[in-house]
């Protein structure tokens, strides 16, 4: 399993404390310096003032309670996530293993575009820097780390993002024609599945979604045609689906191009 980086001292200063004590000791302070103020003031004050005092005193202890509380219940939630971060879900996959998924979708899209075998090699370069130029601009627009090629136990992933309690698992794929096998789709979708179960039980409370990121080389009727049948395919999935659409000359302009 893939060894975790030492954790920072954020990390280690829990957020519940951080505002728990600086909200423990004003309260302590105010009710000390109430009853002092009663104590020593007592004999000068009306009965309206006493009251009045000590109805604060009481006002602001129950503040001061419900706040703290609904602190607790707010990070608690993050806290316990943080914990179960410690051993983490996921495994960087082997060489093997992406070699394997890598030469797989490109035998698939040669055999499409009826390239000889001989001519792999170049579609196999083409795949390569279409998939990460995807992920560079997923990066760019989420604003967060990625980690690219993981597994979740059998389910393999070219990317997965983690937000807090949202974990995003990335697909990438290089299409020439306004379609996607069915085997294709129906792969992924159990892969889904079978990940939103694993979640469910290594990560509890976790939210997962699927980012489908395909580069494309079509025209704006074929992105069309190609969005319409992947959202009604994906419509019944036990986790919400984010289909974009990557124009491959646009990713090289951005990226690429001088």
Not at 13 to 32: E, G
Not at 204 to 229: H, M, N, Y
Request: some cysteine; glycine content about 4%.
């Amino acid at each position: 399993m893939a060894k975790r980086n030492e954790r920072s001292l954020s990390n280690y200063l829990s957020p519940t404390k951080n505002h728990l004590i600086p909200i423990t000791i004003l309260v302590i302070v105010a009710c000390l310096s109430g009853g002092l103020a009663i104590a020593f003031g007592s004999q000068h004050l009306e009965n309206t003032q006493k009251w009045a005092l000590i109805i604060f005193l009481i006002v602001f202890s129950i503040l001061g309670l419900t706040v703290s509380t609904w602190l607790i219940l707010r990070h608690s939630r993050k806290l316990s996530v943080g914990q179960r971060d410690d051993s983490p879900y996921w495994q960087i996959m082997l060489p093997e293993s992406q070699r394997r998924k890598l030469n797989a979708e490109v035998k698939e899209l040669g055999a499409i575009m009826n390239i000889p075998p001989q001519q792999l090699g170049d579609l196999r370069s083409a795949y390569i820097v279409a998939e990460d130029l995807a992920l560079r601009q997923l990066e760019q627009e989420t604003k967060t780390t990625m980690i690219r090629h993981v597994s979740i136990e059998a389910a393999e992933f070219d990317a997965i993002m983690v937000n807090n309690d949202i974990i995003t698992c990335i697909e990438t794929t290089f299409l020439v024609t306004p379609h996607v096998s069915q085997e294709k789709i129906n792969t992924t979708l159990k892969k889904i599945e079978f990940t939103a179960k694993k979640i469910n039980e290594l990560r509890p409370g976790s939210k997962l979604r699927l980012l489908l990121a395909l580069v494309t080389q079509l025209d704006q009727e074929g992105e069309a045609k190609l969005r319409s049948t992947l959202i009604s395919k994906f419509s019944s999935t036990p986790v919400d689906v984010d289909i974009r659409l990557l124009d491959f000359e646009g990713l090289q302009k951005i990226f690429v191009a001088d």
